[in-house]
């Protein structure tokens, strides 16, 4: 087709029309595109229909042209439902086509709030010259009748004849104070900082029942709120969307005659993606510019893209073994609190690793692993919000579940609370040090736990069973001055704990049992 604009009619009643029928299969299709699963065509709706024929983008290559949907925006369209996290590489298409099917969605129906959210204010702004343009591109009687607008600034557009509104708004605003919003796009939620949190539970709460949510962005290390979002997303009823850097046609160069013959990781990422030589080039290029980051910047799968923004304590590719073997448990108790992979048998010894927290449920968690004493292997784990008073109930019911297990509370803060417990119910075997009951966790034994527990991970990976102490694990940082930490917005409870664990069995190597 050419870059004629569609004659359609802007009246108030049939924008209305359009927008009881944007789901509608298009009147006039064009041939159709790629497969997107096996058996099942994308095929434009009304809505994409719309946006292909009344709508201008500026492109990598030209200032103004008609929008045509790339692979990415398509297999979007087809997937998506009312809520939607997107994991992707840089710029494949996502934001623009957001940008215009909530532009069609508020000009079609009546007292519509559409808002886009980004990291910072220039971002804000920067979106939003999308969203005028498609607004200016559109025919003059539009613009001047039903779609005429009474504001019309950097980052709003309020079209009065529909009572509706799109708007672009900061997180570092309070955006959803206050506001009705039927269209939420949240933008490169890893990049929104230490209130993003609180933004987003704003922004969700002012989105109607039945309204669109997407919360979109590239990676930017192994937690944080967008990692919790994408990590979560089958708990929360999101819909999952990965879109690696081959769905952007323009990422792909001249390979040149001196082109290296393929390596075997890109001969089995070509052969399982049917990437060209021209791919394999461009890849190369990123990869030798971008080094480390390029994994991150340009995702290749949903796992590795998420790369830690300092050094891992943990080898990444022992936890990522682990992670792949690790099977569902056996047995799930207490509310999903209390997971058992291998149930206590007669005759064997073993050990309980806890970590106390102070019991509020903003902050951190109350855990305990449960091992076995002679191979070191993951067999339980308690994982919750308690008092310490209950926290000490359940890990004396633990331990005497596990045949009376060695029980080592660090003393630390809590858990002297804790220990106090576990003394007024008695039970018979909380491990001493110094004479002292419970694990003192110190500057000087704290590296020597965690590097302890990093060997361990890396000898025998199949020891460990629990996903969420092997994303801990995956997000647990060692900074430049030597100390490791969890990264921001990630938390290390099952990693202390288990390390707890393993280095009183390290201590307690050779001791006979006492009971």
């Known amino acids: 087709m050419g870059d004629e604009v569609l004659t359609f009619d802007f009246g108030p009643a049939n924008l209305e029309s359009l927008g009881q029928h944007l789901n509608d299969p298009a009147k006039f299709q064009r041939a159709l595109e790629e497969e997107i699963e096996p058996g099942k065509r994308w095929e434009r709706n009304e809505r994409d229909y719309f946006i292909e024929n009344l709508l201008r983008i500026r492109t990598k ?26 994991l992707k590489a840089r710029q494949v298409g996502i934001t623009t086509y957001i ?30 010259r999308i969203v005028r343009r498609f607004w200016e591109n559109l025919p003059d009687d539009a613009r001047k009748g039903s779609l005429r607008t009474s504001n019309r600034n950097v980052r709003q557009l309020v079209f009065p004849e529909l009572d509706s509104e799109y708007c672009l708004a900061s997180a570092e605003e309070n955006a959803g104070r206050g506001r009705t919003i039927q269209n939420l796009h949240c933008s490169e939620v890893a990049r929104w900082g230490r209130k993003g949190d609180e933004a987003l539970v704003s922004l969700r709460a002012a989105v109607v029942p039945g309204g669109e949510i997407v919360l979109e962005s590239t990676p930017n290390g192994a937690g944080g709120l967008f990692y919790e979002e ?55 290029k990123q990869w030798a510019s971008l080094r480390g980051r390029a994994v991150q910047e340009f995702a290749e799968d949903p796992v590795a893209c998420f790369r830690a923004s300092g050094e891992c304590v943990f080898d990444l590719p022992s936890v990522e073994q682990a992670m792949a ?54 067999c339980a784990e308690l994982h919750g919000h308690w008092p310490v008073s209950a926290f000490a109930r359940k890990l004396a019911a633990l331990g005497e579940e596990y045949n009376t297990a ?45 590097e302890n527990l990093s060997a361990a ?35 290390d409870d099952c990693v202390m704990a288990l390390g707890i664990a393993w280095a009183v069995r390290k201590a307690e190597a050779g001791r006979k049992a006492e009971r």
């Open 61 to 86: 290559y030209s200032n103004q042209t008609l929008f045509t949907l790339n692979r990415a925006q398509r297999e979007y369209s087809f997937r998506c439902s009312n809520q939607n996290v997107v």
């Open 99 to 128: 940008a215009a099917r909530f532009f069609v969605q508020t000009i079609t129906h009546r007292g519509t709030m559409s808002m886009q959210v980004t990291q910072d204010r220039q971002s804000a702004e920067d979106i939003f």
């Open 230 to 284: 994408w990590q979560r997303a089958e708990d929360t009823g999101y819909t999952r969307h990965f879109f690696p850097w081959w769905y952007e046609a323009g990422y792909t160069i001249e390979p040149g005659a001196n082109l290296a013959p393929l390596t075997e990781e890109e001969t089995e990422l070509a052969a399982l993606h049917g990437l060209t030589m021209g791919q394999i080039a461009w890849r190369r």
């Open 325 to 378: 073997g690790a099977g569902e448990p056996l047995e799930v108790r207490d509310n999903q609190k209390l997971r058992i992979w291998l149930p206590a048998q007669a005759g064997r010894e073993y050990v309980i690793g806890a970590d106390p927290a102070g019991g509020g449920v903003e902050g951190d968690y109350s855990c305990a692993e449960v091992i076995d004493r002679e191979l070191g292997t993951q």
């Open 406 to 450: 060695l029980l080592a509370v660090e003393r630390n803060n809590h858990g002297s609370g804790v220990l106090a417990w576990l003394e007024t119910l008695k039970y018979p075997r909380v491990f001493a040090q110094e004479e002292k009951e419970g694990w003192w966790t110190s500057a000087v034994s704290r590296p020597r736990m965690i």
């Open 457 to 491: 991970l890396m000898e025998v990976p199949g020891r460990f069973r629990s996903q969420r102490l092997l994303s801990e694990c995956r997000t647990f940082l060692r900074d430049a001055d030597g100390n490791s930490r969890a990264t921001t917005g990630t938390h």
